[in-house]
């Protein structure tokens, strides 16, 4: 492996995670070397955070992980806690062949002093490993799971995910949707298992994205800003895969602590993570391509085509959905009977946010912009076949683009009445300034990734 790759060691303790996660980039960006090995032990830092930050319960810490990969940055939380607890770690993934990923992986950092006493047992598919991380006796399990639903195999540790300390979702996706939707199914898992006291989820803070979504209906309870999630190419690193700047600006433990995840009628969820999706830009979120340093945006025809920023968390295309900014208006007003007080006052600045928004696009702002980050570059669609197909495609399409515009201009100023005296601006300069302010209100600009 070589001298040069071995991180600094401290003082009478193993090398941190953290530290090899910093010297496996630069072995990769220096030659090569290594890169999936810098892929494994991404997000050490964040993790070590997290560790100090969220004492996580349990005699024995048992951690779930779905879609694990080999990823072995997660053993930071273990060198982060004080104590001498056991941990446990379970992970799935439908690829068979991790189990000898995660055994070179483990050596390496055996070699290099973070892990001791490593061995293993099991074979393609299932495999078992015991280690120490500084006072702690460790375990991963291994097991290869039917290429489904990721988070299916939670469903087979036990009722409400008893005994389960946290779930761990990392590089879900680089699209804040889909990691929205895994919330919406990981809250209905809860409601299917029973779970009075479930364990914290740990991912990618849907907060700090150019895009952001209000994750207070989810109990936060710790967070990180140290690199988290996905990432894109690494244009300072050779262009190495996954090795580039994050499109999400840090990690986040969700508690769900406010049960009214229990409480809500399961036909008005999926409507309660919508309002929490359009709340923000209505339907012009645009797809983040990756970080350089400022967000890399796929043209808006492109995105409009591609219905993008139109999907419903249950996948239905809205603008296929007559009456439904108005059905989710009507929902989101019924929905402030679940929340306690500090949750109603939050949900209460969203509407707030998504009146300002309406007043925007009814004074006649161009499509595309609402919401837009203040620095950005949209990707040069001639390098990217899959993005030149769509946004020639959203060109021809143009017609058909304003048509739509002109409709949700018309409705959204007949939306706007539903609002008990708000006027709005018949100028798109004002009416967006003020939708301005109520996002910054909400997400501070300093949050920012």
Known sequence: MGVAFLPARAE???????????AA??????????????????????????????????????????????????????????????????YFDSDRALGEE???????????????????????GTRRFWFRVGDHAVEIRFRATPARDPLAPLEDLGAGLGGISAVIVHDWSGDPYEN?????????????TGAESPPVLILEDLRRHPYPVDLALFSPVADSAKPYGHRGPAFDCRGE?????????????LSFRDRWWAKAAEGDLPWIFDFLWF?????????VLGRDPDPVLAPWPADWAAGYGSRSV??????????????????????????????????????ELYRAGLGCIAAGA????????????????????????ALERGEALAPERERWARARAEEARALLLAFPGAGSSSAAGPACADYRRARDLLFPKGAQP
């Not at 960006?29 to 993790?47: H, K, P």
């Not at 005699?59 to 941990?87: E, M, N």
């Not at 996954?242 to 990690?251: N, W």
């Not at 108005?326 to 969203?350: Q, Y």
């Open 366 to 389: 161009p499509d595309g912009t609402l919401g837009r980050p203040l620095r950005f570059r949209e990707a040069d669609a001639a390098t990217v076949p899959a993005l030149r197909e």
């Open 12 to 22: 009478g303790v193993g090398r941190s995670l953290a530290d090899w996660e910093t």
């Open 102 to 124: 995660l055994a070179r992986g483990l050596k390496r950092l055996a070699d290099g002093g973070s892990v001791a006493s490593l061995r293993e047992e099991g074979g393609e």
């Open 279 to 287: 709340s923000l830009c209505d339907e012009e979120r645009r797809n």
């Open 314 to 351: 249950t996948g239905a295309d809205i603008r296929t959905l007559a009456g439904f900014r108005m059905t989710l208006l009507r929902k989101a007003r019924a929905a402030e009977g679940l929340f306690g007080p500090d949750l109603r006052r939050r949900w209460r600045s969203l509407l």
């Open 180 to 192: 929205l939707e895994l919330l919406y199914r990981y809250l209905r898992l809860l409601r299917k």
């Open 25 to 90: 980039r630069k072995a990769a960006c220096r030659d090569g070397a290594g890169a999936d090995f810098a892929r494994q032990v991404r997000a050490s830092a964040a993790f070590a955070d997290l560790g100090v930050r969220l004492p996580l319960p349990g005699k024995t810490v048992t951690v779930a992980y779905p879609a694990s990969g080999s990823h072995l940055a997660p053993l930071a939380l273990c060198q982060a806690d004080r104590g001498s607890r056991p941990y446990l770690f379970l």
């Open 241 to 253: 895969a996954e090795l580039g700047a994050p499109l999400f600006g840090g990690a986040v433990a």
